[in-house]
């Protein structure tokens, strides 16, 4: 196994991205954590408050809150789901992944290593990172900002021997005893008996130690993806163009996408929200619904549909809070990949089921839709349009078909454009004209249907047609019939 733990020393800081600069948190009047400007003011953890605004008076303080960085905890475990499926969270400042079956997928251990800092750091947190063969191990690590990866549990005793044993967590009564034998780092605490310290400082530590070395097992509660996502984050500031909003969506995106990788699914819908500033006028929150062609967990492509809608949303007021919602994901059928290599997938390399969406996003969910077949002779109640649906891995407008394949079965030729209504055509000497004379290349073929609906209104009626495939002047391929009224034009095929 090879666990990779993820410290969080100033994640009661960063869930208040609103707060002014200096800036610290507190608890029970004492300073827990201090930003950069605060620190090197002087204001340390563990300072009173009088004694932190004696040095700092425009020091903005803001109280500890621990609901906050529990859910900031389990957004990141989500997000984490984009890598590895064993995740444990332990509060109120560390995660643990196990990222021993990941390393192929990911390119190795320095490649993986590297993009969860990176991807941990853009979600606006500041880790301490570390890899061991033992969840303890890496916590120790982690604590000291030991960045070097220890992948051999032999390496062990070395690696963890030159902690300070500041970074064991323990107790100051614990602490001081072990200074009066001489021990100041781990390396020391490694060369007493092990006997001797479980007599001194209890069973629970020499087992703690005796698990970070490897030689007992160490099992972890594993955290529990929900059933469904619903997140959160706080704007560092109020945002009233909607634009801005993207950057922060993406964050919740990015935890959406870890989510729906650990649930092996995909979504085509999810919600967003965006509260308002609370005031006299208190606004309802604005939302927004994005829908996709298909099933996706793509990042990229859901934060190019939120964009779309961005572009065109005008927020009633400033807003203060965003909020994602996704419901039970649904299965994303698998692939495989040719030996060769895939084929274009359409103009710049994008998708059927992009393109729908940002069709659908620009003009909205009302203007794009597919077809679906309609057991009906009329030409006109034939088919109805439904909601577009893109198979995965689809690269054919084939694919763009709904729950009902719309299928021909007729053994004569359809056109895929029917106008409106069938517009009447001039008639020479028995032969139909549309920009002059039409000639006949197939039919007759009968259609006469719709006797139960000829006395209600709007309705087709019943019809008796003989249709044609014909050809004009300018080389158009026209779908015409004729019926008692005269001669009609009611399909284009190019």
Same mark, same amino acid.
């Given at each position: 196994?090879?666990?990779?733990?993820?410290?969080?020393?100033?994640?009661?800081?960063?869930?208040?991205?609103?707060?002014?600069?200096?800036?610290?948190?507190?608890?029970?009047?004492?300073?827990?954590?201090?930003?950069?400007?605060?620190?090197?003011?002087?204001?340390?953890?563990?300072?009173?408050?009088?004694?932190?605004?004696?040095?700092?008076?425009?020091?903005?303080?803001?109280?500890?809150?621990?609901?906050?960085?529990?859910?900031?905890?389990?957004?990141?475990?989500?997000?984490?789901?984009?890598?590895?499926?064993?995740?444990?969270? +332990?509060?109120?400042? /560390?995660?643990?992944?196990?990222?021993?079956?990941?390393?192929?997928?990911?390119?190795?251990?320095?490649?993986?290593?590297?993009?969860?800092?990176?991807?941990?750091?853009?979600?606006?947190?500041?880790?301490?990172?570390?890899?061991?063969?033992?969840?303890?191990?890496?916590?120790?690590?982690?604590?000291?900002?030991?960045?070097?990866?220890?992948?051999?549990?032999?390496?062990?005793?070395?690696?963890?021997?030159?902690?300070?044993?500041?970074?064991?967590?323990?107790?100051?009564?614990?602490?001081?005893?072990?200074?009066?034998?001489?021990?100041?780092?781990?390396?020391?605490?490694?060369?007493?008996?092990?006997?001797?310290?479980?007599?001194? +400082?209890?069973?629970?530590?020499?087992?703690?130690?005796?698990?970070?070395?490897?030689?007992?097992?160490?099992?972890?509660?594993?955290?529990?993806?929900?059933?469904?996502?619903?997140?959160?984050?706080?704007?560092?500031?109020?945002?009233?163009?909607?634009?801005?909003?993207?950057?922060?969506?993406?964050?919740?995106?990015?935890?959406?996408?870890?989510?729906?990788?650990?649930?092996?699914?995909?979504?085509?819908?999810?919600?967003?929200?965006?509260?308002?500033?609370?005031?006299?006028?208190?606004?309802?929150?604005?939302?927004?619904?994005?829908?996709?062609?298909?099933?996706?967990?793509?990042?990229?492509?859901?934060?190019?549909?939120?964009?779309?809608?961005?572009?065109?949303?005008?927020?009633?007021?400033?807003?203060?809070?965003?909020?994602?919602?996704?419901?039970?994901?649904?299965?994303?059928?698998?692939?495989?990949?040719?030996?060769?290599?895939?084929?274009?997938?359409?103009?710049?390399?994008?998708?059927?089921?992009?393109?729908?969406?940002?069709?659908?996003?620009?003009?909205?969910?009302?203007?794009?839709?597919?077809?679906?077949?309609?057991?009906?002779?009329?030409?006109?109640?034939?088919?109805?349009?439904?909601?577009?649906?893109?198979?995965?891995?689809?690269?054919?407008?084939?694919?763009?078909?709904?729950?009902?394949?719309?299928?021909?079965?007729?053994?004569?030729?359809?056109?895929?454009?029917?106008?409106?209504?069938?517009?009447?055509?001039?008639?020479?000497?028995?032969?139909?004209?549309?920009?002059?004379?039409?000639?006949?290349?197939?039919?007759?073929?009968?259609?006469?249907?719709?006797?139960?609906?000829?006395?209600?209104?709007? /309705?087709?009626?019943?019809?008796?047609?003989?249709?044609?495939?014909?050809?004009?002047?300018?080389?158009?391929?026209?779908?015409?019939?004729?019926?008692?009224?005269?001669?009609?034009?009611?399909?284009?095929?190019?």
């Amino acid at each position: 196994m090879l666990w990779l733990a993820l410290h969080l020393p100033l994640l009661p800081l960063e869930v208040f991205p609103s707060l002014p600069s200096p800036s610290a948190i507190v608890s029970r009047e004492r300073v827990v954590v201090a930003d950069a400007a605060a620190v090197s003011a002087g204001v340390l953890p563990g300072l009173r408050v009088a004694e932190a605004w004696a040095f700092l008076p425009a020091l903005a303080i803001q109280e500890r809150d621990v609901g906050r960085e529990r859910a900031a905890l389990t957004r990141l475990a989500c997000w984490a789901g984009g890598f590895t499926s064993e995740i444990c969270v +332990l509060p109120p400042q /560390t995660l643990l992944l196990e990222v021993a079956g990941s390393l192929r997928l990911f390119g190795g251990v320095a490649l993986l290593f590297e993009r969860i800092v990176t991807s941990c750091s853009e979600l606006g947190f500041t880790p301490r990172a570390a890899l061991a063969p033992t969840p303890l191990a890496a916590q120790w690590l982690a604590f000291a900002g030991d960045r070097e990866p220890c992948l051999d549990a032999d390496q062990l005793p070395e690696r963890l021997g030159r902690l300070p044993l500041a970074m064991l967590d323990l107790a100051a009564q614990s602490r001081a005893r072990l200074a009066s034998f001489g021990v100041h780092s781990v390396a020391d605490l490694l060369r007493l008996p092990r006997a001797g310290l479980a007599r001194r +400082l209890g069973a629970d530590f020499a087992v703690d130690l005796a698990r970070a070395l490897g030689e007992l097992p160490d099992p972890r509660a594993r955290f529990v993806f929900p059933e469904c996502f619903s997140e959160q984050l706080e704007l560092p500031m109020r945002v009233e163009n909607a634009m801005a909003l993207g950057f922060v969506g993406r964050r919740l995106i990015t935890s959406l996408c870890g989510w729906l990788a650990a649930r092996r699914g995909g979504i085509s819908e999810c919600i967003f929200e965006f509260a308002h500033e609370r005031g006299a006028h208190q606004r309802p929150a604005t939302v927004l619904v994005l829908r996709f062609a298909g099933a996706t967990r793509d990042a990229e492509r859901i934060a190019r549909v939120l964009g779309e809608h961005l572009q065109r949303l005008e927020l009633p007021a400033a807003a203060e809070l965003i909020s994602l919602r996704a419901e039970a994901p649904e299965a994303l059928p698998g692939h495989t990949v040719s030996l060769l290599g895939e084929y274009g997938g359409g103009a710049g390399g994008e998708s059927l089921a992009a393109l729908v969406e940002r069709l659908q996003a620009r003009l909205g969910s009302g203007s794009v839709h597919a077809l679906s077949a309609v057991a009906e002779h009329r030409p006109e109640n034939a088919s109805r349009p439904v909601p577009p649906r893109v198979p995965a891995r689809e690269r054919s407008p084939v694919g763009l078909l709904a729950a009902a394949a719309l299928r021909d079965t007729s053994s004569a030729p359809r056109p895929l454009w029917l106008l409106a209504r069938p517009q009447i055509l001039r008639e020479v000497a028995g032969q139909p004209q549309c920009g002059g004379p039409l000639r006949l290349l197939a039919g007759p073929e009968r259609i006469e249907s719709g006797w139960w609906d000829d006395a209600e209104p709007a /309705t087709v009626g019943d019809v008796r047609r003989d249709y044609f495939v014909a050809i004009s002047l300018r080389l158009e391929w026209l779908w015409v019939f004729r019926s008692r009224a005269g001669w009609f034009l009611h399909g284009v095929f190019s």
